[in-house]
Nanobody, 127 residues
Framework: QVQLVESGGGLVQAGGSLRLSCADS????????MGWFRQAPAKEREFVAA????????YYTDSVKGRFTISRDNAKNTVYLQMNRLKAEDTAVYYC????????????????????WGQGTQVTVSS
């Protein structure tokens, strides 16, 4: 059973940094491709970043390229999202999600490919 719990959100000034963590209490994270999504008020949930099961492949939405880094530590059953040079438009609830893709090298940016979701963590960037 996959149980994802996000942490690390908070209030930060524009230009600052935060690191989000997503832990799996079920200790099965290594068998899933992982992704981060976000949802701002009155907006639809959008893809942010994804990492393959092996950690060797990553993919980002254009608006965060060069600022955000997704990584994973399968030994710790944890996925991270390092967010640097934060902007006011990054304000949202951030969700991690797990996708049971067959290949250890593939990943996906499609929300419906993800079977398990965390409860979300709020990130607020003040301008």
């Amino acid at each position: 059973q996959v149980q994802l719990v996000e942490s690390g959100g908070g209030l930060v000034q524009a230009g600052g940094s935060l690191r989000l963590s997503c832990a799996d209490s079920g200790r099965t994270l290594s068998t899933y491709a992982m992704g981060w999504f976000r949802q701002a008020p009155a907006k639809e949930r959008e893809f942010v970043a994804a990492v393959s099961r092996s950690g060797g492949s990553t993919y980002y939405t254009d608006s965060v390229k060069g600022r955000f880094t997704i990584s994973r530590d399968n030994a710790k059953n944890t996925v991270y999202l390092q967010m640097n040079r934060l902007k006011a438009e990054d304000t949202a609830v951030y969700y991690c999600a797990a996708s049971p893709l067959a290949s250890p090298r593939t990943l996906t940016a499609i929300a419906t490919d993800y079977d398990y979701w965390g409860q979300g963590t709020q990130v607020t960037v003040s301008s």
